[in-house]
T-cell receptor, first 114, second 112 residues
């Protein structure tokens, strides 16, 4: 049973446009969510996170939105740049557990076309 | 500024062989974890540790052993390698109370 799901394996976006990556979760105990970015042959790197007490968090070109009632979060990248081409993983945890037990989605491969 | 270091980067094993994947971090983080990444599955937690001498199982622990004798090191042992353990393995660390984990560059393991 996949507790965190990313239903789009891949996404292709034109440079300069908005990229929207989606993630759904089933475990209502999750109260902290993160997005990681992964380039080939490298480890995942932290991108942005959001606590369940918020519905939006922004960091430069990256914004994460959380809809608790729908158990859905999304990552918006605007404007998209070629260097954003990577695999993006959504992850979730229960806040009192810390980061040692992250639950990841399957990942979405984002390709930014020039 | 090394962060999380994993060795080796690549390994080929024969079925039934054993080996240890090394993970070391120099950030004095108490929490460390091992994940495996498989196509279409994302990253799945194998084992984790909240401090020296304390380990626990994650989602997919079968066939793997861990120990944590120091804060810095968290080795992952494959007891008898099977083709199903062909995967990319990532080690991660984080300080307590923080939700952000730092990952190593990964070990690509092939079991033939």
């Amino acid at each position: 049973d996949q507790q965190v799901k990313q239903n789009s394996p891949s996404l292709s976006v034109q440079e300069g446009r908005i990229s929207i990556l989606n993630c759904d979760y089933t475990n209502s105990m999750f109260d902290y969510f993160l997005w990681y970015k992964k380039y080939p042959a490298e480890g995942p790197t932290f991108l942005i996170s959001i606590s369940s007490i918020k519905d939006k968090n922004e960091d430069g070109r990256f914004t994460v939105f959380l809809n608790k009632s729908a158990k859905h979060l999304s990552l918006h990248i605007v404007p998209s740049q070629p260097g954003d081409s990577a695999v993006y993983f959504c992850a979730a945890t229960v806040s009192n557990q810390g980061a040692q037990k992250l639950v990841f989605g399957q990942g979405t491969r984002l390709t930014i076309n020039p | 500024n090394a962060g999380v270091t994993q060795t080796p980067k690549f390994q080929v094993l024969k079925t039934g062989q054993s080996m240890t994947l090394q993970c070391a971090q120099d950030m004095n983080h108490e929490y460390m974890s091992w994940y495996r990444q498989d196509p279409g599955m994302g990253l799945r937690l194998i084992h984790y540790s909240v401090g020296a001498g304390i380990t626990d199982q994650g989602e997919v622990p079968n066939g793997y052993n861990v120990s944590r004798s120091t804060t810095e090191d968290f080795p992952l042992r494959l007891l008898s390698a099977a083709p199903s353990q062909t995967s990319v393995y990532f080690c991660a660390s984080s300080p307590p109370g923080r939700k952000k984990a730092f990952f190593g560059q990964g070990t690509r393991l092939t079991v033939v």
